[in-house]
């Protein structure tokens, strides 16, 4: 079965740094365009940044020039680096895939940008 289990939120300070890893297993990692997506409450989920199984990048314009996502696929894993980290960075953060028509999400791990 297809899981996806994120890792590496918490608690940071505005203008700090995180990297957040999703761990994948039940389907060819490498085949698959990997997704993050964020929600905080009261908003609705929106598209962070995403890498192709050819590597293509496209991140969301908030976080353009301050994110990166990037993927190992020898450790079946997708990583969300966070810098320059924002109040309105605060949500939580959801890996996620399309695999044979199905759209498959991790439990997600909430990251809180505070002073």
């Known amino acids: 079965q297809v899981q996806l289990v994120e890792s590496g939120g918490g608690l940071v300070q505005p203008g700090g740094s995180l990297r957040l890893s999703c761990a994948a297993s039940?389907?060819?990692?490498?085949?698959?365009?990997m997704t993050w997506y964020r929600q905080a409450p009261g908003n609705q989920r929106e598209m962070v940044a995403s890498?192709?199984?050819?590597?293509?990048?496209n991140y969301a314009d908030s976080v353009r020039g301050r994110f990166t996502i990037s993927r190992d696929n020898a450790k079946n894993t997708v990583y969300l680096q966070m810098n320059s980290l924002k109040p309105e960075d605060t949500a939580v953060y959801t890996c996620?895939?399309?695999?044979?028509?199905?759209?498959?999400w991790g439990q997600g791990t909430r990251v809180t940008v505070s002073s």
């Open positions: 996620s895939t399309l695999r044979r028509g199905v759209r498959y």
């Open positions: 039940g389907f060819t990692f490498s085949s698959y365009a």
């Open positions: 890498v192709t199984s050819g590597g293509s990048t």
